[in-house]
């Protein structure tokens, strides 16, 4: 279980080929549980685990709580999350993290529900909101609001507003504009970075590519005409007032390299003036800077210093009552000049430096708190020091401080856990589990995040006792009998034993290496698998013995041994092999540069059994003609030693440089015949204008509710109400027929919850279905499901060219048959039977389909149209069999010879 939370695992990895493999090569004797066992049973038990922990924890000696908190919409479902996570210092001078939350957030995203949530939340984990130190949200008007509904002392994140002022300052010069969007080019060794236009970091990271690679960029542009062209901390509400004060110390500079960005450079600093004007009235960033060791009053003008000073001081007053002695301490000042490169502009790191050195060490003077003043005296700690390690060390000396520190050093100036937060979720609520429920999403979230504050057995000790009082009683019968036992000294064989580890030659070693390898290659698993620390977790838990290989060893030493052996194997297969069918396409990556031609070998065993095997997914650069499609053809089959007189046929794409390769290599070839389906019924669906604006506003609708969770909640609230079971609209894709209709099923489905849903004056769909388009839509789904049908039937692993004819034979009889049910889509119907006939006109003329009809059982020659075609067809075979039986003759020797 823990396996599936901290990898984000789907639960149908227990059920996948490659993970029971594995489990049964480890452990023999376990029997691995369903998915389902998982899901409602392992999973809500580890969740119970864990947040128990967290309760144990929040209510120990905590000075103040901050949060962060956000809102994320998935883009593969109508699902909408809302965060809350926690992080505080403890007593320890650790701080600590935590996630609370990620739950759907149904409805409109207004303050007054925010609000209630956050009630909610609080009220579930029992916390006073009087230890609430600081909410970091998001910038939006809504989540501001609902802050101060809710009585929580809250502020923007920072780095959201960094990206405001980035944009407005990359924009402002459009030659920098021009550079930042035109180039999307990738250039081996090292891949470009594709911005985007939501985090502005995203686009330094690229202009950081482009300039490593400006040769390569420009000897590419000689050819082709192409467009002109931190370090990781634990940052806190301290950071703040400094990273503003240094940011706009920077932009002041004038340089050298200020030359052509001068523009976005001005406009950079307008904006981080705007944007960041009121910081230092805030009292909460002040105390935060003062309290912060490697900060305290160095970045602060006199007049705000004082004024920040003496806001410190009246917080401090309270806490420290009638106590002010403390013990007198000394610290050198630290010279930090470091020299600047020649010819360099100015850093960031030199603007934190400068200010320093600038606001040197104080004298100490007398006051009310001689520990703020001592403290405040001493001079700074190396930035890349961590204020809560000075803190751990010097509480003893400035005990008020020391405690004020644990409180306002504990809110973050990001938002940017929750964003993280998010990230993991969108790994869980992917496209391959967008069904997944969104409790059981939290859960696992939750899970992961915190499994590694629970670092002993207490914890499941006492779950034990709380939830299942049998294994609690057989637990601590075990334990008894231990101790009535006494210690057992174990043998000095058994203690080498358990200690020593596998050789990373030995066989056992090996075995277990190649099963993680065939794990990954069958369930599709990253090689980042090996790395990952619950898939480590589980291994050392089944043979801590075993040294788990790094990435680079299982993808240059064991994926190549398996791929040896099984290519020896496959290669023997089709060497015995009559003859040989292939099929082959080009596929495009969508998320990196990258095209790959395919060829599988499909053949008959002597058995009779159907065989096939994939000898290709090769990598396929450059242009996509038909001469280089098959020179590519050629080389494939003569790595596999396959004569062309072998190759019965191909079937492939109905492009015409496909077709042209095919002819080019002189093989058999026949189009695909679900793509010619796809081609009649998007014919079809365009013929008649009634049933194309119909199905165009079902489109509508459904992209309406795909993109507005809010409406997809309030839409399920209908169908609820109705006592209709809520399945989730289908978007149709253009290029895939079967999809379309999905979506007319799946409206037809909701058409009642819609038409409710449309009567409220609220509901601003963009469009509406009437009466006579519902009528239309259900015709065009009675008169298309025969086309479903057909292509599940046909692109089914067991369908042959032999299916071919009598499929186009029943459609054609279904389209040519009147019904009543099919009154106002004739012509659409009309248009779907010519395009079947003009299309699929000389399939019982082409031996490759007529053959096999005639060679297979279930059909024979009863399909065929007239009797010329199956004349052709019969003389067809009779030409084929009479060749086999030359060709075995050739091949037998001479009578008499032994």
Known sequence: MEFIALDDQPFSVVEDVGFRSLMKFMEPRYTLPSRRHFAEVCLPEIHNIVATHIQELLARDITAISFTTDIWSSYVSPVSMLSLTVQWIDKDFNLIKAVLHSQEFTGTHSAAAISEAFEKMFQTWNIDKTRVHAVVRYNARNMTKAMMDSGLASFGCMAHTLQLAVHDGVFSQRSVTDVAVQIQLGIKPK????????????????????????????????????????VHIKASAADVIPSVRALRRLLSKQTDTDHGVKTTKTTLLEAVNKRFDQIECDPMFCIATLLDARYKGRYFDEDVKQRARAILHAHLLPAAGAEDETRDGESAHLQRKRQRPSGAGPSLHDMFEEI?????????????SQQLDIFLAEAPIPRGETALGYWRNNHLRFPQLAQMARKYLCAPCTSTESERLFSSVSHILDEKRNRLCCDKAEMLIFVKKNMHLTKNTTNLIKHLAKYHQKQHE???K??????????????????????????????????????????????DEPLSLVSKVGFRRTIEHLEPRYNMPSRHYIVEKTIPQIHKDVKGYIAKQVESANALSFTTDIWSCDHRPLSLLSLTAHWIGPDFTPKRA????????????????????????????????????????????????????????????????QLVVHQGLLAQRAVSDAIANGRKIVTHFKHSPKAYSELEDVEEELNIEPKRLQQDVQTRWSSTKMMIDSLLHAKRALQAYASDSNSNLPATITGNQWSLLEKTATVLKPFQELTAEVSAAS??????????????????????????????????????????????????????????????????TNATNLDQAKKALKAEVMKMEQELKKTMPPSGVE
């Open 191 to 230: 891949r470009l970075q594709q911005d985007i236009s939501t985090c502005w970091n995203s686009t330094f990271y690229m202009l950081e590519s482009m300039l490593e690679q400006k040769r390569a960029l420009a000897t590419y542009a000689a050819d082709y005409d192409l467009p002109p062209l931190s």
């Open 356 to 368: 320093l050195e600038e606001n040197g060490p104080e004298r100490p003077s007398t006051s009310v």
């Open 474 to 476: 057989a637990f601590l």
């Open 478 to 523: 075990k334990t008894e009998d231990k101790k009535r036992k006494g210690p057992t000294q174990p043998t000095l064989a058994e203690t080498f034993a358990k200690r020593d580890k596998l050789p990373l030659n030995s066989a056992k070693a090996q075995g277990i290496t190649r099963v993680i390898a065939e794990e990954i290659i069958l369930d």
């Open 614 to 677: 994939v000898l290709h997914a090769r990598e396929f650069r450059g242009s996509h003609t038909a001469n280089a499609i098959t020179d590519a053809m050629q080389n494939m089959l003569c790595a596999w030693k396959i004569d062309k007189n072998k190759v019965h046929v191909i079937l492939r794409d109905n492009a015409a440089n496909m077709k042209k390769a095919m002819d080019q290599l002189g093989v058999p070839s026949l189009g695909c015949f679900a793509h010619l389906l």
């Open 799 to 864: 369908a042959t060219a032999a299916d071919v004819i009598p499929s186009v034979r029943v459609l054609t009889r279904f389209l040519d048959t009147e019904s009543e049910a099919h009154r106002g889509i004739q012509t659409m119907k009309a248009t779907l039977l010519d395009a079947v006939q003009r299309r699929f006109y000389h399939v019982e003329m082409e031996p490759l389909y007529a053959v096999a009809t005639l060679l297979d059982p279930r059909y024979k020659d009863k399909f065929f």
